[in-house]
């Protein structure tokens, strides 16, 4: 098996090899800037990155425009100022997918070797499955290397001829052959083409060069250009300028995995990469060596690195990126998490009150270690674990009441009042929110009705508790560490900067 | 019997002008249309309840007619009540302060009877028997209910306050004292009641923040808001700043509000006319400063007790333009702090400085040479002023109506005289314990409109002084002449004779009246409150000719007063039908006077220590008669004496016991020695 492997992975060497000495006047890029790109979350899903995109098209103005990576754009008055720091980023990005392609093929050659084709349909769908994300990956590819443009174009009108531009070719093509397919290698062409033609024919090029241009990436342009055009005139309430974050989407499947980690011998999937990097030592020995075990790139980048904001994929959510008043997720856990919350069933019940019904099963556990403990009662049958939380509610709604704990002898009458109560509440707070949305302090009521929603749902996920629970990236994995499957729970500090480090893509 | 109903119909015809002239067989009355006699019976005013009584038993139609023009009733017991109730079916405000003990079956009468639908206004202060369920009969039944007064219901808790909760049009209410209430509680009410205009919440130690937000949140008409005393912080502010009508706000004793919150504090309220941050120990001129920034148009402030008044407090009130009205009562005083205020203020109408320290002739002076509209000056206890202020005073403010100067030991006689020459407008003067004579009297006695005057401890005035008083001061209500040991019955002959609308008179302690004082005092018809306690020459013909003459008195204290026995508490209880008040400490009265007593339904109070010809049992007997008793001292030794199950029975009732240890001291001592006592307490301590 392994030696199966071990021809593709040296052509995939060769080509890095290749790459890196075409590269030789910006190959000074440190790790750090290679960290940026390590992230799993561009690289593991088809998404659009959007930051690329927009450095792609600002060269369209009259003025030239480098972007830096602090985010402040330099004027470039001349050709002859030239910055290499961001074309070394974008090499190392372009680097970095490459390396992502091969891991790919890699996990198709031990695949097939696996499975040996007593499965014929599993096979074609992974395959299916394998394509779109090869897809995926060079329509990011392609926007990669049109971010190249502008430095390139410098170089061309400076110089008639550069290296990156050359060595972007040579790549390509290269990993075109590899990946075999007369489909791939025309789309490369059509990267490599756009790439070198002005921007403002880009449009009209892309339709003239060829046809089999593939509707994901005519798709992901238009798209952009929309979401541009949103952010410009949104203005939207996050404190992030729109332009100093790229937004990712992930499709529901992948979010509703179970694993995102999976071995490429075996196929077992992991929640996390360190349990993966533990599992596959029992593959062999190679896997056993410090360097495999290693967590890759471990050091975090201190330089500004764009950041990356998430987006729902439900449309007319307002974590989804097409809402007006758009609302990025922070991380894929908040990704998860949101959606589950919020798009899915609740098939977690709880097993004291058997009422409330949770989607995340963390909220369940923190649901139960209070059930039954709440005193603060409200007339519609909602109850609160905390006072202040409980005068919010009341102060929100029009009609309710704190509720008096009541004698024993009321309480056989009160229950059904109040089941009756809370069947109405929750239809006049689902009229309320919608129609004060509109009201003068928009803020202020946003900002309550959020609470109030939250607390309707789930009066346990008050919005602080909420955020808290999303932020706190170090207390997950020590929770559900005994869930995951891995036996190796020695493991736990390597898991918590591990944990969001995938490597390979998602095969089910 | 027709001649006793002649009789009553004369006395009827006194008060009301339009009456017949001469009553004849036939009822004139009948040939009146209802409204009039209302109109006629509009002019009966409540000064005395027997007015409307006597008109009502004439016949039957104006037995029925004073039925239906009732608005109001103050029921001595509550036993009557469903009788009373179905009686007056128009019955627009019930007060049940007088009755001793009102519990959930009282309150469940009330709910039945026929004055659901007009009942507005319900008291019920001052007991504290019943429980949320009579509560919650009576807002049940009473669906126009706007007004409630719960103050003292110490026991009630949240479920009351959720039946009060079930009072959609309450408008008012007052919930002082009802420590059990919670948050919880004051949130039922909140929501249930969105007309609220008026909430008393002063003690109310169980409210917190939450409580109060909510209140601010969810009543939006609110007019008066009393937090006194709660432990609340500067989190509830912002809500309570953004009512829109808000006029009065007092924050009296919250401790909880300081400096650096009150500086977070974004908004003002653009309608509050008076704010009271008296006994804020926590707020200083900074929080001050940031919480009035926003007020544009308060009125009164009070900062009684709290921060030392100094320039950079005054400069904060500098934005205050429509500021009239000051009390700093209680606080360190600067002088810069006056002057700057009498520089800022633009026109003051009343300042107050009571017990303040540091007030100097040089800051009062400065003051009030700005403020030349000034109303009301109290100046109680600034020791340290003398005959410069009080002469700028004078001359400034001229129109002065107020002037409180007790214990402004420095100030000479000739200062009273100049206060009399230039102040003509005064109504209120309290010169207790000062040095003024004679011919300040009779400067004073300009004051034509002159209705209280205190002269307590004043050792220089005498006869000739009063008598100045009671040829010019006509108008005069209160006068207070404690412990001003010169006075003979030619001066209170004056006053009683010069002083016809008197009601309360202090004669405490002026050891020479005599019974002659009493009678001349018993012309004046209004009098509701006599103090003669220590007049040990008075006997029971006086006190007989003030029960015969005096039929408003209320309130009767003739303590010390070793000749008045039974002869003189008889005619007072045949008489003095509407006495609440009586404090007969070491007299001559025994077991008959005080039995006697309790024909008087009105009393509640008796005071009756050291009463030599009193027994168990007849104590015993005139306490069980007395059935609207609500408190009484005793001393301690019939704790014994009497049998426990019978102080049980009147506990049940609604009467409280006051015990006291103190022996009895027999000696009378001279007013000028105790002067000198109480100097001497005061150098020691």
């Known amino acids: 098996m392994n030696v199966k492997d071990m021809p593709n992975s040296e052509a995939w060497n060769e080509v890095q090899q290749n790459a890196s000495l075409n590269n030789q006047p910006f190959n000074n890029f440190t790790s750090r800037e290679q960290s940026k790109w390590e992230d799993p979350s561009i690289l593991d899903y088809s998404m659009r990155i959007n930051s690329s995109f927009s450095k792609f098209n600002q060269p369209s103005q009259n003025s030239t425009k480098i972007p830096k990576q602090d985010g402040t754009q330099t004027q470039m008055p001349d050709v002859s100022n030239f910055d290499p720091r961001a074309t070394l980023n974008n090499l190392s990005f372009l680097e970095q997918k490459i390396h992502q392609l091969q891991e790919l093929v890699h996990m198709i050659v031990g695949r097939k070797a696996q499975v040996q084709g007593n499965q014929d349909e599993l096979i074609l769908q992974q395959q299916q499955l394998i394509t779109a994300d090869l897809t995926s990956i060079i329509v990011q590819l392609i926007s990669a290397a049109g971010s190249l443009l502008p430095s390139m174009k410098h170089n061309l009108s400076a110089s008639a001829t550069t290296s990156s531009g050359l060595f972007l070719q040579q790549q390509v093509k290269q990993a075109a052959t590899t990946s075999s397919g007369l489909f791939l290698q025309q789309q490369v062409k059509q990267a490599v083409v756009e790439e070198v033609k002005p921007v403002e024919q880009q449009s009209t090029q892309m339709d003239s060069v060829t046809n089999s241009v593939t509707e994901m990436s005519s798709n992901n342009n238009m798209e952009e250009d929309h979401e541009l055009k949103d952010e410009d005139d949104g203005k939207e309430e996050e404190h992030l300028p729109p332009g100093s974050y790229e937004i990712l989407q992930l499709e529901k499947e992948e979010i509703l995995a179970p694993h995102t980690h999976f071995c490429t011998i075996c196929g077992k999937g992991f929640k996390r990469d360190a349990n993966l990097r533990m599992h596959m030592r029992g593959h062999g020995d190679e896997y056993k060596t410090p360097a495999a075990l290693a967590k890759p790139n471990k050091e975090a980048s201190s330089e500004k690195v764009l950041l990356k904001r998430y987006s729902c994929p439900s449309i007319g959510c307002k974590r989804n990126k097409e809402h007006k008043k758009f609302q990025p997720l922070k991380t894929i856990l908040c990704v998860k998490n949101h959606y589950k919350r919020t798009h899915c069933d609740k098939s977690y019940t709880c097993s004291r009150c058997h009422t409330k019904k949770f989607s995340v099963i963390a909220d369940l556990k923190t649901h139960e270690k209070h059930c039954g403990r709440d005193k603060w009662l409200c007339s519609c049958g909602t109850t609160f674990s905390r006072k202040d939380k409980l005068f919010g509610h009341i102060g929100l709604f029009q009609g309710h009441t704190p509720a008096i704990p009541s004698e024993e002898q009321h309480k056989g009458t009160t229950t059904s009042v109040q089941s009756n109560l809370s069947e109405n509440c929750e239809m006049t707070n689902m009229g309320f929110g919608f129609g004060s949305s509109n009201g003068a302090n928009n803020e202020n009521v946003a900002q309550l009705m959020m609470d109030g929603k939250v607390n309707v749902d789930d009066p346990f996920f008050s919005l602080l508790n909420y955020e808290y629970s999303l932020g706190g990236l170090q207390d997950f994995p020590l929770t559900n560490f005994d869930d995951s499957p891995s036996s190796f729970s020695f493991l736990n500090s390597e898991e918590k900067d591990g944990m969001m480090c995938g490597s390979s893509n998602d095969v089910h | ?685």
């Not at chain 2, 007309?195 to 008066?224: H, N, Q, S, Y």
Request: with cysteine; glycine share 6%; proline share 3%.
């Open chain 2, 1 to 685: 019997m027709k001649k006793q109903r002649t009789s009553t119909m004369a006395k009827t015809s006194s008060s009301s002008p339009s009456s017949p002239s001469s009553p004849s067989t036939t009822n004139v009355f009948d040939l009146i249309s209802e409204e009039l006699v209302f109109i006629i019976l509009d002019y009966l005013n409540d000064n005395n309840p027997q007015d409307k009584k006597s008109f009502s038993l004439v016949c039957k139609s104006f037995y029925s007619i004073e039925s239906k023009h009732r608005r109001t009733l103050k029921p001595l017991r509550s036993e009557h009540l469903p009788s009373v109730l179905n009686r007056y079916p128009q019955i627009s405000t019930l007060d049940l302060t007088l009755c001793p003990r009102i519990t959930d079956f009282t309150l469940s009468v009330v709910a039945t009877t026929a004055c659901v639908n007009t009942l507005r206004f319900v008291d019920l202060s001052r007991s504290k028997f019943f429980t949320g369920n009579g509560l919650a009969a009576l807002v049940a039944s009473c669906r126009s209910l706007t007004a409630l007064d719960l103050s003292n219901a110490t026991e009630l808790r949240d479920l009351a306050a959720a039946a009060i909760g079930e009072a959609k049009n309450l408008e008012k209410l007052w919930l002082g004292r009802c420590k059990l209430i919670t948050d919880i509680g004051i949130g039922c009410i909140a929501v249930g009641c969105p007309k609220l205009k008026i909430i008393g919440l002063k003690w109310c130690l169980g409210i917190g923040d939450l409580g109060v937000e909510l209140i601010a949140v969810k009543c939006k008409d609110l007019r008066t808001f009393d937090l006194s005393y709660l432990p609340i912080t500067s989190k509830c502010l912002p809500a309570i700043l953004k009512l829109q009508y808000l006029e009065e706000l007092i924050l009296e004793g919250c401790f909880g509000i300081d400096d650096d919150s009150l500086t977070l504090l974004k908004q003002g309220s653009k309608s509050l006319k008076t704010l009271d941050i008296s006994s804020c120990q926590n707020v200083s001129d900074t929080g001050l400063s940031s919480l009035t920034s926003g007020i544009g148009c308060l009125q009164q402030l009070t900062l009684a007790y709290g921060s030392p008044v100094t320039l950079d407090l005054a400069r904060s009130l500098q934005r205050l333009s429509k500021l009239q009205s000051i009390k700093l009562d209680g606080c360190l005083v600067t002088c810069s702090g006056l002057q700057a205020i009498g520089n800022y203020c633009a026109s003051l109408r009343e300042l107050s400085l009571s017990k303040c320290s540091g007030v100097t002739d040089e800051g009062l002076s400065s003051l009030v040479k700005k403020q030349k509209e000034l109303r009301k000056l109290d100046i109680t206890c600034c020791r340290k002023l003398t005959c410069v202020s009080i002469a700028h005073v004078a001359y400034s403010c001229t129109s002065l109506t107020s002037l409180r100067m007790e214990s402004c030991t420095l100030v000479p006689r000739e200062a009273f005289v100049l206060i009399g020459r230039k102040c003509h407008l005064l109504e209120e003067l309290d010169l207790t314990d000062n040095e003024i004579d004679d011919e300040g009297l009779k400067s004073i006695s300009k004051c034509s409109n002159l209705s209280v005057l205190k002269l307590g401890i004043c050792l220089n005035i005498t006869d000739v002084g009063l008598s100045y008083i009671g040829d010019r001061c006509s108008k005069l209500v209160e006068i207070d002449l404690y412990r001003s040991m010169d006075i003979t019955d030619s001066g209170i002959t004056a006053i009683a004779r010069g002083c016809p609308s008197l009601e309360m008179i202090n004669i405490s302690y002026c050891q020479r009246i005599t019974d002659a004082s009493l009678i001349s005092i018993s012309k004046c018809a209004k009098l509701s409150t006599l103090e003669c306690r220590g007049c040990p020459l008075m006997t029971s013909l006086g006190i007989a000719a003030i029960a015969v003459g005096c039929k408003h008195l209320t309130k009767l204290d003739i303590k010390k007063c070793y000749n008045i026995n039974d002869f003189g508490v008889l005619p007072l209880a045949h008489f003095s039908q509407n006495l609440k008040e009586i404090n007969m400490s070491c007299t001559s009265i025994t077991d008959v006077g005080l039995l006697s007593l309790s024909s008087i339904s009105c009393l509640q109070s008796m005071t009756i220590l050291h009463l030599k010809g009193l027994s168990p049992r007849g104590l015993a007997s005139a306490l069980l008669a007395c059935g609207g008793l609500t408190k009484v001292k005793l001393h301690s030794s019939f704790k014994t004496l009497l049998p426990q199950p019978l102080f049980e029975h009147l506990e049940a009732r609604g009467c409280v016991f006051q015990w006291r240890e103190k022996m009895f001291q027999d000696e009378l001592e001279d007013s000028k020695s105790w002067k000198l006592q109480v100097a001497e307490m005061n150098n020691d301590s």
